[in-house]
């Protein structure tokens, strides 16, 4: 098993320019998430998906948006990149039930210039 | 109001010592899951344990045990014989039974262990 895996690693963007995080699990999970990680911050939400089909808005959506493929792919797409966005981006996923523990990818270190 | 409270951006062991790290929470649904995660300096997002709010007796998971008072919201991890490789960022999450599929996050805590 693989687990939540995230592509790229690292991503260097200019301003302006356009990309998608890519992240796929393989444990049969109905929940996804994208969280954003800057420096001594903890996890912001971004966007989650319960099921397949459905997306929500977390705590700072703004900028980006998400793309539920299907049950193992859940994909993050900045439109238009800012220097704010220059953060740790990481994809996880869990079961249903409020028991279920999150599994994390090892994330996406993107900068913006 | 915040979801989660973690009151210490940092603490300090010795090796070998015990340490608490503190978390509070909110919540006014009956069914809730309280975590624990470590993040080391490598980056990753490591689970540590789980708590359930019916369950009756603390969770332990080797040298990590959960310190759950559910009257006072609280959930405390402790790390028993602390060893080097311990140091790292800990985060304590909640996720509601029956509000939803969100986890909430606390600022987490930096633990360095001294040699």
């Known amino acids: 098993n693989a687990g939540v895996t995230q592509t790229p690693k690292f991503q260097v963007l200019k301003t302006g320019q356009s990309m998608t995080l890519q992240c796929a699990q393989d444990?049969?999970?109905?929940?996804m998430y994208w969280y954003r990680q800057d420096p001594g911050m903890g996890l912001r939400l971004i966007y989650y998906?319960?099921?397949?089909?459905?997306?929500d808005k977390g705590e700072v959506p703004n900028g980006y948006n998400v793309s539920r493929l299907n049950k193992r792919e859940f994909s993050l797409r900045l439109e238009s990149a800012a220097p704010s966005q220059t953060s740790v981006y990481f994809c996880?996923?869990?079961?249903?039930?409020?028991?279920?523990?999150?599994?994390f990818g090892p994330g996406t270190r993107l900068t913006v210039l | 109001a915040q979801k989660i409270t973690q009151t210490q951006p940092g603490m300090f062991v010795q090796e070998k010592e015990a340490v608490t790290l503190d978390c509070t929470y909110d919540?006014?649904?009956?069914?809730?899951?309280l975590f624990w995660y470590k993040q080391p300096s490598s980056g990753e997002m490591i689970f540590l344990i789980y708590?359930?709010?019916?369950?009756?007796q603390n969770a332990t998971e080797g040298r990590y045990s959960l310190n759950f008072q559910k009257a006072r919201k609280s959930a405390n991890l402790v790390i028993s014989a602390s060893q080097l490789g311990d140091s790292a960022m800990y985060f304590c999450a909640m996720r509601e039974g029956n509000t939803g599929n969100q986890f909430y996050f606390g600022t987490g805590t930096s633990l360095t262990v001294i040699p």
């Open positions: 996880a996923s869990s079961g249903l039930y409020y028991r279920n523990e999150q599994f």
């Open positions: 998906s319960a099921s397949e089909g459905t997306t």
């Open positions: 444990m049969n999970h109905n929940s």
């Open positions: 708590q359930g709010s019916y369950d009756q």
């Open positions: 919540t006014s649904d009956p069914s809730y899951g």
